[in-house]
């Protein structure tokens, strides 16, 4: 595992569910199994439970405010309700989402214990 190939994953939020350590930007491993999450304190790798759910879960939240946001400011801005409607939400949505990121990541996503230096 030390000579193994890691990347940072931006905006990756990770808390090690073994030591509790804290990262902003988790550290991934490609394998076989996919990718792993690998903890730099203690050297533990993590493949997330249940991945696909946690992408439809953002992926709807993300319609959901998006597309509300999209559809109300287009009933109110009339003729220029199309290009509005694009900047409110580059305005409104975009904050919001970076500010539900880390709490969506805190409530939703959990791991599973891979192994020790595993590859």
Do not use: Q
Request: aromatic share 16%.
């Amino acid at each position: 595992m030390a000579n193994a190939r890691t990347s940072k994953l931006w905006f990756a939020l990770f808390r090690c569910p073994r030591c509790g350590h804290y990262e902003r930007h988790a550290h991934l491993v490609a394998s076989p199994r996919g990718s792993l999450y690998r903890c730099p304190a203690c050297l533990s790798c993590f493949a997330m439970k249940y991945g696909w759910l946690v992408g439809l879960a953002w992926g709807l939240l993300i319609g959901g405010i998006g597309g509300g946001t999209f559809w109300i400011t287009a009933k109110m801005a009339g003729p220029w309700g199309l290009v509005w409607s694009v900047l409110a939400c580059y305005l409104l949505a975009i904050p919001v989402f970076v500010i539900l990121w880390p709490i969506f990541v805190r409530r939703f996503v959990r791991y599973d214990y891979i192994g020790k230096n595993a590859p």
